[in-house]
T-cell receptor, first 113, second 117 residues
Framework: AQSVSQHNHHVILSEAASLELGCNYSYGGTVNLFWYVQYPGQHLQLLLKYFSGDPLVKGIKGFEAEFIKSKFSFNLRKPSVQWSDTAEYFCAVNVQGTYKYIFGTGTRLKVLA | DARVTQTPRDKVTEMGQEVTMRCQPI?????VFWYRQTMMQGLELLAYFRNRAPLDDSGMPKDRFSAEMPDATLATLKIQPSEPRDSAVYFC???????????????FGPGTRLLVL
């Protein structure tokens, strides 16, 4: 069965630190990849998505992610985090044509001012 | 700015009562998903519809949960009878399928926060 792993459950960083959140999936076919962010008390918002082409994807709020097919990974990065990035981040995989997402368990990021 | 809307935003009820949650997908979207989010289980897919027909409801407890799409602009999730363990945030998401790969994106509503006492 397909699965998505987010190895970091909780991350605490100081402002201006660099961020990298890991996401690995298990599926050998064609997938679409997503990162969503959920700010405290709010709904999931799409940060960025990858379908094809350039494996380095840029999203909103200065986030980017790199798809490395050989490693089945889609890690999220931001060079310098802000206090307002405190949120929970979810990686999701959609097997092409199934319309169904498989979500990771999420990573809670706390940025200290 | 098209958005998924959900009502109510918050619901407090007593065990045994019926709860109905509503979702209005983005106009033109034909796929609707219901998720439940809890601290313990994270984000779980309960059911999803395409063109108003249920495609998969294997994540939903069948004895008390039911999901329907009376029309293309309304999806409902009903719990009867409700139990304290149903306390969670219930999210609806919508998308467009089949479409181009770039259209296979789910857009989430604000959620219904349910507390069953």
């Amino acid at each position: 069965a397909q699965s998505v792993s987010q190895h970091n459950h909780h991350v605490i960083l100081s402002e201006a630190a660099s961020l990298e959140l890991g996401c690995n999936y298990s599926y050998g076919g064609t997938v679409n990849l997503f990162w969503y962010v959920q700010y405290p008390g709010q709904h999931l918002q799409l940060l960025l998505k990858y379908f094809s082409g350039d494996p380095l994807v840029k999203g909103i709020k200065g986030f980017e992610a790199e798809f490395i097919k050989s490693k089945f990974s889609f890690n999220l990065r931001k060079p310098s985090v802000q206090w307002s990035d405190t949120a929970e981040y979810f990686c999701a995989v959609n097997v092409q044509g199934t319309y169904k997402y498989i979500f990771g368990t999420g990573t809670r990021l706390k940025v200290l001012a | 700015d098209a958005r998924v809307t959900q009502t109510p935003r918050d619901k407090v009820t007593e065990m045994g009562q019926e709860v109905t949650m509503r979702c209005q997908p983005i106009l033109g979207h034909n796929t609707v998903f219901w998720y439940r989010q809890t601290m313990m289980q994270g984000l779980e897919l309960l059911a999803y519809f395409r063109n108003r027909a249920p495609l998969d409801d294997s994540g939903m407890p069948k004895d008390r949960f039911s999901a329907e799409m009376p029309d293309a602009t309304l999806a409902t999730l009903k719990i009867q009878p409700s139990e304290p363990r149903d306390s969670a945030v219930y999210f609806c998401a919508s998308g467009l399928a089949p479409g181009t790969r770039s259209q296979e994106t789910q857009y989430f509503g604000p959620g219904t926060r349910l507390l069953v006492l």
